[in-house]
């Protein structure tokens, strides 16, 4: 289609002079002559001061030189239906075809750093950073297949208020640090945010100043609160990389709140005397945006001298710009937080620092209800931590499975391929729903339906590794004219999805290639088949192969051996 396009825009620039009018080739309904259909020659009717079929027969005429092997007609008003033949697709897949088919170098000497899942310490890993993990993981693919280099950071979450939160409530445990656990950590954040509610509601405050001590005790490098902080951090990123392992996603770096916080407070003080911030009555600090469109002044430290994210997140981006050189920075956190980025990315540009920010926001997790109904996933309500998540998944799989003979290391790949490819079945703005009736499923929009369709196209490879060969030079390709369609979409979508990371777009055509391979095995024999068409035909699903294992990869799932 994209040649298509670029040799009609050529046509009518040389015809008629027309540089400026879009050309668009769209599927023709399958009662309709042809593959594609453009509206071109009705648009330039009025320029060219002619008839629309006129023009059309023009436009055709020069298409016949140069892209002889198609079949051009002309329909209705002034239509051009185009129909490409199926052994011109596979010339086309052939001479394109190479190892590295599907990636591009749009990217090429560009630097990109991609911030997920950004997990908080002493909290255990929650459903909640479902989606950053896997769609950080995604846009890391996605770029790298573009040529990109690409810097991957786990932005921890290691100070701020949190942490004295953790610090009080340890304390007040009788715990010690040796025999405390993620699990503990998790239960005593959740009971003392209840106390500091109720205390709150009381019109008190003294947990809350001992919170704000407990913080500025870090910021200040006292021994216990230091020593505290790194055992919280240690117990912390085990079971984070733990689960992470088993999510089949890494970080190269993780650098944290608390790496930035001294940083953070020293570009504060700079900004205050360049005038660029304010320092408010009570001591705390703001800067003013309405010079970039936005009305809400950020706050970069409280009152009393400690750090807020707005801080650790400035001396962030002032660390990635002058060590990593990014030209990208994409942040993957969920929607409550655009706002805040927003400020976050108008404040870099003021401040003059050179990378484009790009924040990937997507929307909740939801569970179907006892009652049928749709409602966000929480702790009360079913499954919240990614390990139950993780254990549930393999058992719904063994049980789909029954007793077939399917290794641990493939229930592992269906299980957590289930629950990535569910987080792509819609665009990532929206929410998604856990529906382990249909995510496990080898049906329908599914990770286990494509990943199964590879799993089938392997299958037939090794059956037919000792087969005879035979020369396919004069095949028709007339069977496979779908597939080699859709095949030769998938270069054009990647680099096209690495511009906005719209990884759900990747999904689609993996579905969509699996079903027209479902089709193609049911009607067309394989195996069976005359020596010259089996090799025509184990061609085409050797190509299918790699393009469906390369596509499912991006959104990092991997192929099992056994389904």
Request: with cysteine.
């Amino acid at each position: 289609m994209e040649k298509l396009v670029e040799k009609i825009k050529q046509i009518i620039k040389n015809l008629y002079g027309a540089t400026d009018i879009e050309v668009v080739l769209s599927e023709v309904p399958a009662n309709i002559e042809g593959d594609y259909s453009t509206n071109i020659a009705m648009r330039l009717a009025k320029i060219a001061g002619k008839n629309p079929r006129e023009v059309a027969g023009e436009i055709i005429a020069e298409l016949i030189k140069d892209l002889p092997a198609y079949k051009y007609t002309i329909a209705g008003p002034g239509f051009i239906n185009i129909e490409i033949s199926a052994k011109s697709l596979y010339e086309e897949l052939a001479e394109a075809w190479s190892d590295n088919y599907g990636y591009n170098k749009s990217g090429e000497g560009k630097v990109a750093v991609v911030e997920y899942p950004s997990t908080n310490m002493a909290k255990p890993y929650s459903v909640g950073h479902l989606r950053p993990g896997t769609q950080g993981w995604a846009c890391k693919q996605i770029l790298e297949a573009s040529g990109w280099k690409v810097i991957t950071d786990n932005h921890l979450g290691d100070s701020g208020t949190p942490f004295g939160i953790w610090a009080i409530g340890f304390k007040r445990s009788g715990k010690s640090v040796d025999e405390i656990t993620i699990y503990d950590l998790g239960e005593i954040y959740i009971e003392m945010k209840r106390l500091l509610k109720e205390e709150a509601a009381a019109g008190k405050h003294e947990m809350a100043d001992e919170v704000q001590d407990w913080l500025l005790r870090f910021e200040a490098k006292d021994p216990e609160a230091v020593e505290l902080a790194a055992r919280f951090k240690e117990i912390s990123l085990e079971h984070t990389h733990a689960v992470m392992r088993r999510m089949g996603i890494s970080t190269q770096y993780e650098l944290g709140e608390s790496f930035f916080v001294e940083r953070g407070k020293e570009l504060v003080q700079k900004y205050l005397d360049e005038g660029i911030f304010e320092r408010n009555e009570d001591g705390s600090v703001i800067c003013r945006l309405d010079d970039m469109g936005i009305d809400v002044p950020m706050l970069l430290l409280k009152s009393n001298g400690a750090a807020l994210y707005a801080t650790t997140d400035l001396a962030c981006m002032d660390y990635r710009a002058k060590e990593w050189k990014p030209d990208l920075c994409v942040y993957c956190v969920g929607a409550e937080q655009k706002f805040y980025f927003e400020q976050l990315f108008a404040l870099g540009k003021k401040l003059g620092m050179p990378q484009r920010n790009l924040h990937v926001w997507f929307g909740t997790i939801d569970q179907v209800s006892p009652e049928g109904k749709r409602e966000k996933m929480s702790s009360r309500k079913g499954v919240v931590l990614m390990e139950a998540l993780l254990d549930d998944a393999e058992k719904r799989v063994r049980e789909n499975f029954g007793n077939s003979e399917i290794s641990d290391a493939d229930i592992q790949k269906v299980a957590v391929g289930a629950i990535k490819f569910s987080d792509f079945v819609a665009d990532r703005k929206t929410g998604i729903l856990y529906d382990p009736d249909k995510i496990f499923a080898l049906t329908g929009f599914s990770g286990p339906f494509c990943q199964y369709a590879d799993v089938r196209l392997r299958r037939i490879m090794e059956k037919a590794t000792n087969l005879e060969t035979a020369d396919y030079a004069d095949y028709d390709w007339a069977a496979e004219k779908e597939v080699l369609q859709i095949l030769l979409e998938f270069p054009a979508l990647v680099e096209a999805v690495s511009e906005n990371l719209e990884a759900h777009r990747i999904a689609a055509y993996c579905f969509k290639l699996a079903q027209e391979l479902n089709r193609y095995y049911e009607k067309t024999p394989i195996l069976q088949a005359e020596p010259a068409e089996r090799s025509a035909r184990l061609d085409l699903v050797a190509k299918a192969d790699l393009v469906m294992s390369r596509a499912l990869g991006l959104l990092g799932l991997e192929i099992p051996e056994k389904m």
